[in-house]
């Protein structure tokens, strides 16, 4: 199995990326995952949704079990999150993280989860930390460590 977190946007700015780094390495299979960042749309509204969605969705095959972020998803307890990774543990997951304006229908569709980290909507760069924090805490939750406290 393998994780993938595709998300749109410039790439992580100074202040992020060392603790998206310090998750992200700490992550063993089944759990280890990579990201990739692509552009955003140079386009705005419905036209940069509808590109950057047909660049996400050209990423991702028809065997992949995704997961999109989106704060109109469901609510996921952090070892809910756990269990679902380990019941896919066969399947490429692919996390997605849309751009300012979303993703289209079409996105929304090919998403076997809509996955709502808050009722609060966060700038892109703290999802991508907050994700990595959330793998890295489904996997210790996984090994049963101390890490997370019921």
């Not at 993938?4 to 946007?9: A, Q, V």
């Not at 996400?56 to 989106?70: A, E, N, Q, V």
């Not at 996390?95 to 809509?114: C, H, K, L, P, S």
């Not at 892109?124 to 939750?141: N, S």
Request: hydrophobic share 40%; net charge positive.
């Amino acid at each position: 199995m393998k994780i993938t977190i595709l998300t749109i946007g410039k790439k992580n700015e100074p202040w992020i990326q060392p603790g998206v780094f310090r998750f992200l390495e700490r992550l063993r299979p089944p759990f280890a995952a990579e990201m990739i960042i692509l552009p955003h749309s140079s386009f705005e509204g419905d036209r940069a949704r509808q590109e950057e969605s047909e660049r996400l969705l050209s990423r991702i095959k028809d065997s992949d079990f995704t997961i999109l972020l989106d704060e109109r998803g469901k609510n996921l307890s952090s070892p809910e999150l756990s269990s679902l990774i380990l019941q896919n543990n066969t399947k490429h997951i692919v996390f997605i993280i849309g751009g300012a304006y979303g993703v289209t229908d079409e996105m929304r569709q090919r998403a076997n989860i809509i996955w709502s980290l808050s009722n609060l909507v966060f700038p892109h760069q703290l999802v991508r930390l907050i994700l990595a924090e959330q793998l890295y805490r489904a996997q210790e939750i996984a090994k049963g460590s101390r890490y997370h406290h019921q």
